[in-house]
């Protein structure tokens, strides 16, 4: 580590005791350490305002503003700083308060140096370790992001993996992926590793065209073609020429615009509606569909021949669900974006809020996640989002008894699902036996008897 | 999320304990006396149990004592919660049979590093 970052370090001393600022100043003065002192509790809030030490002290007892309000506007200021409040007239009740403004320490007075001295070193090890860790965390989202998507799970390996080997040569290609789960970004990922990246990235959602207008949105058309065709006008497809066009949602195209479509994607050339002569164009097709198109071919609604041009290279993007281990990551990032979109200083998610939402199936995938940090970025009121601050659907536990049977793998007996439900339900409770007896609606005494039957014991939980 | 039972019967003080243990993300149950401690701790099962020593109906050497007998709680870290000012307190609380004491005042730093080390 450079010297310059051990530098950074500091801690402020706030008393209005000369003599204890200088004791405590000399006494626990060590390399790498700077101490700035205050003598007035309003000059150590100007003074941590300007140099924003990492470690403050401060009394509790001083005129005009008291230790516990300096902590407060401390804690509002930057909520990691770590504030040691020392008073001589230590009460239960006001190290109560100092716990719950966010003190790291409350200290009886007269203080004795060596621990503390001792203890401050710890605390600079640990800053330390933090500014390294927040470094490394920093590095960890770069690496766990593959433009502009984020995963660090084995399937999305897979498909960055698959993503680049397949961008510089594809002509067509069809993203597949349940609703939510980024296949536009997908989409624009294979058109910035492509060699056409610095081309045009055009975007159409077929599920959001007339369909009567379909063939001239794509197409264009020549003047007269039909009525209101007023003036010759290109389509998207020559409008793209030299980049990539995006056809979301391709189930929905109709199937005369499909023929149309698989000429184009054959010839390289389209023909304007209404125009005699084609045009030459050069376009990469990215299409994309939450819709199973076999299915739709077998019933006659996609064509057969344009499914197996589309699908000669086909990019899968998981379900949210399948890759629960990237929830931590992604739910780093959305907090990140949205705390800077609503100027908030939110942090990130308590572990019981974590565990929430590492429990919920997600059928919405990260756009649904999307949604939930968003909502909770908004509602939180101090800087870390806690349970009661998600949406209310996510407050308990969300899964439907179907769902959580569909979780046991089938060809258990009833005695091993039982067994595993009733285990399983006894850790959302952190073992609570009766609170889990409330959940599987059955009597305490009927879960304590089936627990023995069972042998279900405090080892399985 | 670890379940913790604190059993004191002075009110701030098991306020302070939760605070402290709900920062860290723990679920905190409380006892306002020694057999309520006992009862508690058969029916939650929690991960941590705290004792403050001098409690009315049963003190914390005797909550200890009982739930020792106990096979459930064989592997559960007890701490006892020692005055300073009895000297004599925290080596009978280690002989006892108690995994650790945290001396009262409470120092912040002392409790978290050892709800650290003992709930991992």
Redesign the interface.
């Known amino acids: 580590m450079s010297s310059a970052v051990k530098s950074a370090i500091s801690l402020l001393v706030i008393d209005d005791s000369p003599g204890n600022v200088e004791l405590l100043s000399n006494g626990l003065s060590q390399p790498g350490l700077e101490i700035l002192t205050a003598s007035h509790p309003e000059e150590g809030l100007n003074l941590f305002r300007n140099r924003r030490p990492q470690i403050v002290i401060t009394d509790l007892m001083m005129p005009d503003v008291s230790g516990m309000e300096v902590l407060e506007r401390i804690v509002e200021i930057d909520p990691a700083t770590d504030v040691i409040l020392m008073t001589a007239h230590y009460s239960t009740e006001s190290a109560v308060e100092a716990v719950k403004k966010g003190a790291s320490d409350y200290l009886n007075k007269p203080i004795s140096i060596g621990p503390l001295r001792e203890r401050i070193g710890r605390l600079v090890k640990e800053v330390r370790k933090r500014q390294r860790a927040s470094q490394l965390e920093d590095e960890l989202r770069t690496n766990s992001e593959f433009e502009g998507i984020i995963g660090r799970s084995p399937q999305m390996w897979e498909m960055f993996w698959r993503i680049r080997r397949v961008a510089p040569h594809y002509r067509a290609l069809l993203v597949t992926g349940e609703t939510g789960t980024g296949k536009d970004l997908v989409a624009r990922a294979l058109h910035r590793l492509s060699p056409v990246a610095s081309g045009r990235y055009v975007v159409l959602n077929c599920s959001a065209v007339v369909e009567t207008l379909f063939e001239s949105e794509l197409f264009g058309h020549v003047k007269g073609a039909f009525t209101g065709a007023t003036h010759d006008k290109p389509g998207l497809f020559e409008h793209a020429h030299g980049g990539t066009l995006f056809l979301d949602e391709i189930g929905d195209m109709p199937l005369a615009t499909q023929a149309k479509l698989l000429r184009v994607l054959q010839n390289q050339e389209v023909q304007r509606v209404g125009a005699l002569n084609a045009r030459k164009v050069d376009v990469r097709v990215v299409a994309a569909t939450n819709h199973d198109l076999r299915t739709a071919v077998a019933e006659k609604r996609f064509r057969e021949d344009l499914y197996y041009r589309l699908s000669m290279v086909e990019i899968h993007a998981p379900r949210l669900a399948e890759r629960k281990e990237d929830l931590p990551l992604l739910q780093r990032h959305f907090v990140a974006r949205f705390a800077a979109q609503y100027g908030k200083e939110t942090r990130g998610l308590t572990h019981r809020a974590q565990i929430r939402l590492s429990q919920h199936s997600w059928p919405g995938n990260v756009r649904e996640l999307e949604n939930v940090i968003g909502h909770a970025a908004m509602m939180a009121i101090s800087d870390m989002v806690d349970v009661q601050d998600l949406p209310t659907y996510l407050h308990a536990s969300s899964e439907t008894p179907e769902q959580t049977a569909a979780s046991f793998s089938a060809g258990g007996t009833l005695a091993e699902v039982e067994r595993a439900y009733i285990i399983r339900v006894l850790r959302e409770t952190s073992g609570v036996i009766s609170a889990a007896a409330t959940r599987l609606g059955v009597p305490r005494t009927t879960l304590n008897a089936m627990m023995t039957k069972l042998e279900i014991s405090r080892k399985d939980l | ?3 913790v039972l604190v059993a004191d019967d ?1 009110a ?2 098991r ?2 304990l939760r ?2 243990l709900e ?1 860290s ?1 723990h ?1 905190v149950y409380e006892a306002s006396d020694g057999i309520e401690a006992v009862r508690s701790a058969r ?4 991960d941590l149990i705290i004792l403050d020593l001098h409690m009315p109906m049963l003190d914390g050497f005797g909550v200890l004592q009982e739930l020792r007998l106990d096979q ?1 709680f064989a592997g559960t870290p007890i701490v006892a919660l020692t005055a300073s000012a009895m000297q004599g307190d925290r080596e009978r609380a280690l002989s006892a049979g108690f995994t650790a004491y945290i001396a009262k ?5 002392a409790l978290r590093g050892e709800m650290q080390r003992l709930l991992g």
């Open positions: 999320m670890k379940t002075k701030p003080g306020e302070l605070a402290v920062q993300g679920a029916e939650l099962l929690p459930r005042p409470i120092s912040l730093s």
